[in-house]
């Protein structure tokens, strides 16, 4: 099992910054991938980002091309969202999750992912 615990999230005008972090604890040592999904009100949760554990592989969402980058720290089991240049549109809850070994489906879909965390609020003004 891996326990993921999302922190960071909170109000922001347009155009600031904020950091999400995502610290994985368990047995993190199999994990294939990580990434970020968020979810709108009545809405599914949809994709935002991830990176392949072994190559350090990026992918982004393209509404997030640019301005947010994922990063991890190894030493401390810890993925990171760096969101720059925040819009009102990206107003949403992220969600931490993790994908506990190999898998053949599209690291953009949520089926591939078995791990997620609480979710943290980000709310962007206008």
């Known amino acids: 099992q891996v326990q993921l615990v999302e922190s960071g999230g909170g109000l922001v005008q347009a155009g600031g910054s904020l950091r999400l972090s995502c610290a994985a604890s368990g047995r993190t040592f199999s994990i294939y991938a990580m990434g970020w999904f968020r979810q709108y009100p009545g809405k599914e949760r949809e994709f935002v980002g991830c990176?392949?554990?072994?190559?350090?592989?990026?992918y982004y969402e393209d509404s997030v091309k640019g301005r947010f980058t994922i990063s991890r720290d190894n030493a401390k089991n810890t993925l990171y969202l760096q969101m720059n240049n925040l819009k009102p549109e990206d107003t949403a809850v992220y969600y931490c999750t993790a994908a506990r070994s190999y898998t053949p489906r599209s690291l953009t879909t949520q089926v591939a992912y078995d791990y997620w965390g609480q979710g943290t609020q980000v709310t962007v003004s206008s």
């Open positions: 990176i392949k554990w072994g190559v350090r592989a990026t």
